[in-house]
């Protein structure tokens, strides 16, 4: 059994608001973990892709009135756009009332566009939590490396063999492929955004260039950005913008971009288990998206991140400016011996950052070490745990 990071986080943000988002792609186990959350609170589960559950609330004010001391859950939330107008009515009657907090948990895929339905009508009264797929804290350590294979998608994870894991991968690449992105976007052809998913996973961690894969695809590079917000909002993609700073040098000043996913990642470039992965040309890449993915999840909350790269190739492969200025530099290595490129010391003596990590492919039973006097390296799983105490 796992226990998910995000139930701490939802139970103590109903404690405190009238309603919740809870936010993340489809199969990451929003749901599992509403359904856990309900049956402590008594609470009413809908699922707004049912229909009948959607006949319920033709006259949403009425029905949901008849729960106002119950949970309501309401999965799927995009599906009944209207329905936001119909919720702050209710809070608001219901704060007349005394019931301040705990009346509703929304769940839903796509993020734009559920905080700016939501956002519009629903503004003091709802808190926004991003669930991610499993990351190295949910996970036992010896699990580290499957997790990296198979992503963390629960299913994927849990599967009895690689075998099974990428073959639901693939499944669920189809089912947003048809699916989903007709729902969220405009009439995108689907074997036009398989290539192009399947080219940004071939340049996993590198600068965006939309005009190169507009060439690649015969589209237009406003295509291109509109291919790639779809991705983002749809939670599969990250663009990690760069960081910039008055160094007096001449600073990338495009994004990088990395799916999310690293099991996502592997079904996209067909990478069937360990060995296979290993040998592949996009292994370095992503093992950087794998951790930069779990060390922004385990960040605190307002933290920045972003990536520094001069042209002479000073660079940080992920910078994160936590609450209250101070900065941390990390460069990501997959070999055991963490030893850092120069342009990563180059880069430091630029910024000035407070902490200076290197994050290696070792266990992290050893515990962090000095490389130099301000440079340390240290495990995946230390660093996590290094910034999940922050949080506190």
């Known amino acids: 059994m796992l226990i998910r990071k995000a139930l701490k986080t939802v139970q103590q943000a109903l404690s405190r608001q009238a309603s919740v ?3 993340g ?3 990451v186990g929003k749901t599992t973990l509403a359904l856990d959350i309900g049956k402590q609170q008594n609470g009413l589960y809908l699922d707004l892709e049912d229909v009948q559950e959607r006949d319920k609330l033709s006259n949403p004010g009425a029905f949901l009135s008849a729960y106002e001391d119950r949970l309501v859950i309401l999965d799927e939330i995009h599906r009944v756009p209207d329905l936001f107008l119909t919720l702050r009515g209710l809070i608001d009657q219901g704060r007349i009332r005394g019931r301040r907090t705990g009346r509703f948990l929304l769940l839903g895929s796509a993020s734009l566009d559920l905080m700016r339905q939501s956002g519009e009508s629903l503004a003091g009264r709802i808190s926004y939590i991003d669930m991610t797929p499993l990351s190295v804290q949910e996970v036992p350590t010896e699990a580290l490396e499957a997790l990296w294979l198979r992503g963390g998608f629960p299913d994927s994870f849990l599967a009895q063999d690689d075998r099974l894991s990428l073959d639901w991968r693939k499944d669920l690449l189809r089912t947003y492929l048809e699916r989903d992105v007709p729902m969220f976007g405009s009439r995108i052809p689907a074997e036009t955004l398989r290539r192009f998913w399947t080219m940004l996973a071939h340049n996993q961690g590198g600068l965006h260039n939309a005009s190169r ?6 589209v237009s590079s406003q295509s291109v950005s509109r291919y790639t917000d779809l991705l983002v909002d749809l939670l599969l993609v990250r663009r990690l913008q760069p960081y910039h700073a008055n160094v007096g040098k001449r600073l990338v ?16 470039v067909n990478v069937q288990d360990r060995n296979s992965l290993l040998g592949h040309p996009v292994v370095g890449a992503s093992w950087e998206g794998f951790v930069i993915e779990n060390l922004i999840n385990a960040a605190p909350a307002l933290t920045v991140p972003g990536f520094y790269r001069t042209s002479g190739g000073a660079e940080i492969d992920l910078l994160l400016e936590l609450p209250g ?15 850092p490129a120069r342009g990563f010391y180059e880069a430091c003596d630029d910024l000035k950052p407070a902490r200076r990590f290197v994050v290696h492919a070792g266990l992290d039973g050893q515990g962090p070490y000095p490389i130099s006097a301000d440079v340390q390296a240290i495990g995946l799983r230390g ?5 999940e105490q922050l949080r506190a």
């Open 21 to 23: 988002a809870l936010i």
């Open 25 to 27: 792609p489809r199969q």
């Open 213 to 218: 894969l507009a060439a690649g695809l015969e």
């Open 253 to 268: 000043k495009s994004p990088k971009v990395y799916i999310r996913d690293s099991g996502l990642l592997h079904a996209l």
């Open 325 to 339: 200025g101070e900065r941390w530099a990390i460069e990501v290595k997959r070999s055991r011996a963490a030893k």
């Open 383 to 387: 660093l996590t745990d290094m910034l």
